[in-house]
């Protein structure tokens, strides 16, 4: 499986020995938006996105909303803070396929969530 994750912070940001263990191949961090979206139109091979909500310039919803407007088929996991619902809710309603809050059990959940939101977005 390959993802973007759209971190701005690097103390969230290595994933890697966590995601080794549950087929996660190819995880290209980036760090902006405008980033993300470039590296989605330019590499098609992604299934799936994991977007950090709150970011400093454009958020996490702006991608969101760009993914889905523009027809990716892509699973999008959506962080946020523990006691942040709004932005859980926003989400959801802006067409995420879940959402991690950033709390002590990220890396137990993360790959479980990610592996079930990408089941039905996953390329042969």
């Not at 966590?18 to 299934?47: G, M």
């Not at 996490?60 to 803070?81: C, P, Q, W």
Request: charged fraction near 25%; aromatic fraction near 10%; charge should be negative.
């Amino acid at each position: 499986m390959e993802i973007v994750y759209l971190e701005d912070s690097s103390v969230n940001s290595n994933l890697s020995p966590v995601l080794n263990e549950y087929e996660v191949y190819l995880i290209d961090r980036v760090t902006s938006v405008v980033e993300a979206i470039k590296r989605l139109e330019q590499y098609p091979r992604y299934q799936a996105v994991l977007i950090d909500f709150k970011l400093p310039a454009k958020d996490g919803l702006e991608l969101l909303s760009h993914i889905r407007l523009n027809g990716f088929s892509l699973a999008v996991i959506v962080i946020t803070e523990a006691s942040d619902f709004e932005s859980v809710i926003t989400a959801f309603k802006a067409g995420a396929d879940d959402y991690l809050s950033n709390d002590t059990d990220f890396e137990t959940h993360f790959p479980v969530k990610l592996k079930a939101a990408a089941i039905p977005n996953l390329k042969p």
